[in-house]
């Protein structure tokens, strides 16, 4: 992908040359007043912009926008004004949205350069802006050919913020600019397809992304997850010629490590429900049950570049859920690497057997908090819709902490029980644990096996990103497609660890 070249500069808007000068408006209540930037504009197309803002009935509110042709009064060719919503509920997600939405439609209209006015009230958000517009410029276009090959892409963009840039401002937009990238990174794996992306070739990208950033990494091939006794890992992955890997990422700090946090990423590069086959509809986006694992590419890439004082481990069981004559089969009872026996019930519930083990693996690093993430339920998204995440939590000192990095990250994600009542639907008659309940309560059944396995590992946190992983429309800084949610939260998770 052509990079992104952000600038910041500080001008007046009218003097910035660039295909499409972008204007972030606050919305005061104050009829007609949309501050100084816009005003000056207005005077400048001699009273254009305040025709077109009737026009279109513009009043800043979140998500609006009104476009108008400068037809060479000024040095941009196109000015757009957002609206960002009132300046006290304006928070970070709001910002991020308003930097990718003028980034997506700017390169939308093959405009190769952007200049983006900031108002006052987002004086301090550059990190969150660079985060944005690198975020915003996000496409899949590996595999066009031909006339499908995007003629042109967003190549610059001029930050231009109310006050003169600090130093300090200037290396937040640029450590927020290295944050879209690794989410972006993330986001391509999600979206490559099944036939490329299996457990062995995530494993290599998985070792040189760790190579280029000083993080170690440890793999473990289909022998050594045998030898260690990874048996539900086996057990699922053993249906596909594609044998599983077992990726373990370690970033140590230089400072005194504050705390440590292991975070562990389901990878099935393909689900096709094994024996217990699923329908035909929908099957192609089951290449993106593998966002868990996608997910820790680029956290670890951006805590590469955060450098927090905190020990992180990123870990991921990788398989691909085939049906095959060596396929695992519903009736079969598997050992695990905690020990437990599990009656299989259905092959489509493969998720939670992958992080029973990796949970197991995980746990014993003794780390101040576990957490896992993974495209577990479809019963999570007709809980929450496909745009919010579910997470659970042992304690409710991991859940508030989790929940602060939720908001600072602006992320949807909604706390659920871990509801005993229905711990009798994991239990089996053949075995110490049943796989999976029935469909009611799908998502906390599916947690309440997963606590199965963390033996006396206090603070867990389980994250469902069944919704929100891979979307068919675009959501605020997301586009259609992988989207990386869940990244954001656990980066702030972590920064907040670091003190
Ligand atoms: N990967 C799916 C869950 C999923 C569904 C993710 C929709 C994203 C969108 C998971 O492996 C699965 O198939 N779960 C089953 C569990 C059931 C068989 C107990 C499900 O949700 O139907
Ligand atoms: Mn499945
Ligand atoms: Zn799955």
Redesign the pocket.
């Known amino acids: 992908m052509a990079s992104l070249k952000i600038q910041s500069k500080h001008a007046a808007p009218t003097e910035i040359a660039a295909d499409v000068l972008a204007v972030g408006v606050v919305a005061t209540g104050k009829k007609g007043d949309f501050g100084p930037a816009v005003a000056a504009l207005d005077e400048a197309l001699e009273g254009a912009l305040g025709k077109a803002i009737a026009k279109e009935e513009f009043t800043a509110k979140r998500g609006q926008s009104v476009e108008v042709q400068t037809l060479g009064r000024i040095e941009a060719s196109v000015v757009v004004l957002h609206g960002l919503g009132e300046a006290e509920a304006l928070k970070g997600d709001g910002i991020r949205t308003f930097a990718a939405k003028a980034a997506r439609s700017a390169q939308a209209s093959k405009a190769t350069t952007l200049a983006l006015v900031v108002p006052e009230v987002l004086e301090k958000a550059s990190r969150t802006i660079g985060e944005g517009l690198e975020l915003g410029v996000y496409r899949f276009t590996k595999y066009f050919t031909g006339d499908r090959v995007p003629k042109s892409s967003l190549e610059k963009v001029t930050v231009v913020p109310a006050t003169k840039p600090t130093a300090e401002w200037k290396k937040q937009l640029e450590l927020g600019q290295k944050i879209g990238a690794a989410i972006n990174h993330t986001r391509d794996l999600g979206n490559e397809p099944p036939n490329t992306l299996f457990p062995a070739s995530y494993a290599e990208i998985a070792a040189k992304m760790c190579k280029e950033n000083g993080i170690e990494c440890k793999v473990f091939d289909f022998k050594e997850i045998q030898r260690r006794g990874m048996k539900l890992i086996q057990a699922v992955g053993q249906g596909s010629v594609n044998e599983p890997r077992f990726v373990h990422m370690t970033y140590t700090p230089t400072k005194k490590a504050k705390k440590k946090i292991v975070l562990i990423g389901k990878g ?1 590069t393909f ?1 096709s ?1 094994g024996l ?1 086959i ?1 329908p035909a509809p929908g099957m192609g ?2 290449k ?2 593998m966002s868990g694992a996608g997910n820790l590419i680029g956290f670890m890439q951006a805590i590469a570049a955060l450098e927090p004082a905190v020990e992180v481990h990123a870990i991921a069981p990788l398989a691909e ?1 085939m049906p095959d004559g060596k396929a695992y089969r519903p009736g079969d009872i598997w050992g695990s690497f905690d020990g437990k026996t599990v009656e299989i019930v ?1 092959t ?4 939670r057997l992958l992080l029973a083990d990796a949970l197991a693996y995980a746990r014993a690093l003794q780390p101040d908090l576990l957490i896992d993430n993974a ?5 999570c ?1 007709v809980a929450l819709g496909a745009n919010c995440s579910a997470f659970y939590a042992t304690t409710d000192e991991a859940a508030a902490a989790f929940q602060k990095a939720v908001e600072a990250a602006g992320e949807n994600m909604w706390r659920m029980p871990l509801l005993e009542d229905l711990r009798d639907q994991v239990k089996s008659d053949v075995a110490d644990v049943k796989q ?1 309940g029935d469909r009611m309560g ?1 998502s906390i059944t ?1 947690a309440l096996f997963l606590r199965e396995f963390i033996g006396d590992q206090k603070h867990w946190i389980h994250v469902d990103i ?2 929100p ?2 979307a068919d429309k675009a959501f605020g800084w997301s586009p259609k497609g992988a989207t990386g949610h869940g990244v954001l939260t656990f980066l702030a998770l972590v920064e907040q660890a670091a003190g």
């Open positions: 099935i689900d429900g217990s699923k986006d089951m993106s049950d859920n259905n489509d519930a493969e998720g495209t577990l339920t479809g019963a998204v999976a799908g599916a069944a919704g992983a891979f």
